[in-house]
């Protein structure tokens, strides 16, 4: 069996501490592709790790083979999914500048973050001058979850405040997860193997 298919995946976004409301990128995009979802996670002001994966696992469930698009805390979120839940049908992760919760108290509750390969490609989107996690800090949170480092230059938190508004090359960074996604990662997890 193949992720091919006929039609697009699913592509679930996970917005960060206090939402991503117009115009922030993810906002965007979820008003401009029909296949994509914005994740609801209760009260964005106050996040809540268990049931914030709770929803995203919901979502994972309903469409399997979806790509997970995540910005900062929801970034984090997804990595928690990942590591907790490694069998749950994810073809692919975009993690958008993933925001080191313990350098807040608002974010704190989330914990460290998680780590542990992750089972399906992934790409971690890092900006050389973000004040929620540091271009080092994100390589090597990077590699440690086998993740692909995309280098946006200085890009600050990729949010609203540092100009990212329509963000084109997100979409792109996705597409070229589902096309190297040859395979369902829940059938090679059934095989024993890990993906590369």
Same mark, same amino acid.
Not at 40 to 63: I, K
Not at 131 to 155: C, I, K, N, T
Not at 176 to 186: D, G, K, N, V
């Given at each position: 069996?193949?992720?091919?298919?006929?039609?697009?995946?699913?592509?679930?976004?996970?917005?960060?501490?206090?939402?991503?409301?117009?115009?922030?990128?993810?906002?965007?995009?979820?008003?401009?592709?029909?296949?994509? +979802?914005?994740?609801?996670?209760?009260?964005?002001?106050?996040?809540?790790?268990?049931?914030?994966?709770?929803?995203?696992?919901? &979502?994972?469930?309903?469409?399997? =083979?979806?790509?997970?698009?995540?910005?900062?805390?929801?970034?984090?979120?997804? *990595?928690?999914?990942?590591?907790?839940?490694?069998?749950?049908?994810? $073809?692919?992760?975009?993690?958008?500048?993933?925001? %080191?919760?313990?350098?807040?108290?608002?974010?704190?509750?989330?914990?460290?973050?998680?780590?542990? $390969?992750? %089972?399906?490609?992934?790409?971690?989107? *890092?900006?050389?001058? %973000?004040?929620?996690?540091?271009?080092? &800090?994100?390589?090597?949170? *990077?590699?440690?979850? =086998?993740?692909?480092?995309?280098?946006?230059?200085?890009?600050?938190?990729?949010?609203?405040?540092?100009?990212? =508004?329509?963000?084109?090359?997100?979409?792109?960074?996705?597409?070229?997860? +589902?096309?190297?996604?040859?395979?369902?990662?829940?059938?090679?997890?059934?095989?024993?193997?890990?993906?590369?």
């Amino acid at each position: 069996m193949s992720w091919t298919t006929k039609t697009q995946p699913k592509t679930i976004i996970v917005p960060g501490l206090d939402g991503s409301p117009a115009p922030h990128w993810q906002d965007w995009w979820a008003g401009t592709d029909p296949d994509a +979802i914005l994740l609801e996670t209760g009260d964005p002001a106050r996040p809540v790790r268990e049931l914030w994966q709770a929803m995203l696992a919901s &979502q994972v469930l309903r469409h399997p =083979g979806c790509i997970l698009v995540g910005h900062s805390l929801g970034a984090v979120t997804i *990595a928690h999914l990942l590591t907790r839940w490694p069998d749950l049908p994810v $073809r692919g992760a975009l993690l958008v500048a993933p925001a %080191d919760p313990l350098i807040s108290a608002r974010t704190r509750p989330f914990g460290a973050l998680p780590r542990g $390969r992750f %089972d399906i490609p992934a790409t971690v989107v *890092a900006s050389r001058n %973000d004040p929620w996690m540091g271009f080092e &800090q994100a390589r090597e949170v *990077a590699s440690g979850w =086998g993740a692909e480092l995309y280098d946006l230059g200085h890009a600050g938190h990729i949010n609203v405040a540092s100009g990212f =508004g329509p963000w084109p090359r997100g979409k792109a960074l996705r597409d070229e997860l +589902i096309a190297r996604t040859a395979r369902p990662s829940w059938i090679t997890r059934l095989r024993g193997a890990r993906t590369a």
